[in-house]
């Protein structure tokens, strides 16, 4: 799993395909927390596996393209073991 000292609140994450994803909320557990800004988001939070994260550098990047990410979000955070 990527260390996540590196991830900072508003940071861009982005898909594999290189388009841009949502924004750093926060880190909670071992999820990454989006913020509700983007509209696929719905005004709602958003939240991704870290497993999902692929390296982070001024971006936080993904191993999966943007549209499978939409799809596969979750609307709570995962917790250990699920």
Known sequence: M???ANIREHMEV???CGNLVGRVDSV??????????MPAAR??????PLFWVEYVDE????????????????????KEGE
């Open 2 to 4: 990527v260390d996540t």
């Open 14 to 16: 982005v898909g594999s």
């Open 28 to 37: 909670e557990g071992i999820s990454l927390k989006l913020t509700r800004s």
């Open 43 to 48: 005004g709602e939070h958003r939240y991704i």
């Open 59 to 78: 971006v936080v990047r993904l191993n999966k393209p943007a549209p499978d990410v939409e799809e596969e979000w979750q609307a709570h955070a995962i």
